[in-house]
């Protein structure tokens, strides 16, 4: 059997700077969380990224990264969001 | 698989068009509680309200920070206090005694609002019923959280006049009571016509006797993606503004859906249902008023209005019915005025009167909501403004609501502040005409003709 997953949206916005995607992915990795995809746009110079993370493997709790990411969030100077995928698959699939 | 302009455009509902869900409530049946000793019964209710809802508020916050949208408000319903206290209460001090104990279980639980003060008189007044609504302005004066509702008529049964008479100097008593805070009490009190068994929407909010011991319904929200959805169709047909709003309508009831199965699961109690209404706030850009403008009148009360409004209505109804397959309450477009900046600018402008608002809710949920009038209109006005709106939900099979604010010591054009949610309003006029010939005749208007199915 496939081992279950725990799909999160990994949202990023905020002014483009060197090495805000090497950061994120470095925190994720640290902690156990497996990226699955990623988009990137700049829109009006504004870097706007999300990525589709599998959580199952990770040992912290879903509070707790999304409280460090936020947390990592401000100190790149970007706007961190993490939230289970459910509530875009509701929304934008029948 | 999700991609990134689906997620951005989640975002940007909740991060700039004020989409949240706006209530969680939990309804609780308090009829295992009755007993012929009061206290006994006071003890019986606070304790099964303080363990039901014992996680409530942290499997609400729980959920927000998984999905990052705001849940604005938990609540509680209960059986009607009329019903629950008949048996231990002999007179309306009794009745405020169990609003005390409803009022400290909301503490304790921290819930903003404790719905089911209640009684339920569309035919007839039982002795614990009139003694439940004689003690309304106490209670609601003795409280902070406690909300109040009576049902005063329905399709089924017609109007009790008897009822609606003792409402109009109730909620007259009510904001003599409550003076000190604008009258504050009134806001917290609602008549009813075929009052819903599962509305989570608070002033109203009570847990039928048709319902389980405990299920979680949620209210969701919105006027403000609805708005910005239609701000990018201006000038089409009304094909495609139906169409947008549908869809809108489908998505903000995903969202509600999705959040109601998760509190359903994390607190081990049932999912009842949706309620799908457009509920307002006064935060700018969170306005039913605002997407009326949209669809193309300048202020809501304009020529069109009703036909904009009964447009809305349906066109959310039936993409929320898509979203989920319980859908209940109360749900439809909510036109309260205080709660509403769009609304309250419409009054202010001199383009929405009490007689505009009242053909309004022939086509909407739910009625007269949060309406300040003048201190001085006589209790028999009031009664009469109730009777029409309970007529329109009588004939027209559907929910209909007063929630009037007869503001003490303020007239016509006085702005009165409630805080919060409930917002502030212009005292609107009232039609000065008397009608106490009609109110003070005994009994009840029977039931319509077309409520004869059998």
Known sequence: MEPTMDKAIITVVGKDTVGIIARVCTYLADNGVNVLDISQTIVSGFFNMMMIVDMAGAEKSFADISAEMDELGSKIGVSIKCQREEIFEKMHRI | MINIWEVNETNEMIEKENLDVRTITLGISLLDCIDSDLERLNRKIYEKITSTARDLVTVGRDIENNYCIPIVNKRISVTPIALVGAAACRSPEDFVSIAKTLDEAAKKTGVNFIGGYSALVSKGMTAADENLIRSIPQALAATEFVCSSVNVGSTKTGINMDAVRLMGEIIKETAEATKEKDSLGCAKLVVFCNAPDDNPFMAGAFHGVTEADAVVNVGVSGPGVVKTALEK??????????????????????????????????????????????????????????????????????????????????????????????????????????????????????????????????????????????????????????????????????????????????????????????????????????????????????????????
Do not use: W
């Open chain 2, 233 to 454: 169709v201006r000038g089409e047909s009304f094909e495609v503004l139906c169409e947008t709003i549908k869809k809108t309508a489908f998505k903000i009831t995903r969202v509600g859906q999705l959040v109601a199965k998760e509190a359903s699961a994390k607190l081990g109690i049932p999912f009842g249902i949706i309620d799908l209404s457009l509920a307002p706030t006064p935060a700018v850009g969170d306005s039913v008023a605002d997407i009326l403008h949209e669809i193309g009148v300048d202020y809501a009360g304009a020529p069109g209005t009703t036909a904009a409004l009964a447009l809305l209505n349906d066109q959310v109804k039936k993409g929320g019915i898509m979203a989920s397959s319980y859908v209940g309450g109360l749900s439809g477009a909510f036109i309260p005025v205080s709660e509403d900046q769009g609304m309250i600018d419409a009054v202010r402008a001199g383009a929405l009167s009490l007689e505009k608002l009242e053909a309004m809710t022939c086509v909407c949920s739910v009625g007269l909501d949060m309406i300040a009038v003048p201190g001085s209109t006589k209790a028999s006005s009031i009664s009469g403004i109730i009777a029409d709106e309970m007529a329109i939900g009588m004939i027209n099979q559907k929910t209909t609501a007063v929630r009037l604010i007869p503001v003490i010591g303020k007239d016509v054009g006085e702005i009165v502040e409630f805080g919060g949610l409930l917002g502030y309003a212009p005292i609107m006029p009232v039609n000065s005409f008397d009608c106490s010939r009609f109110v003070d005749r005994p009994g009840r208007i029977p039931a319509p003709v077309h409520s004869f199915k059998n």
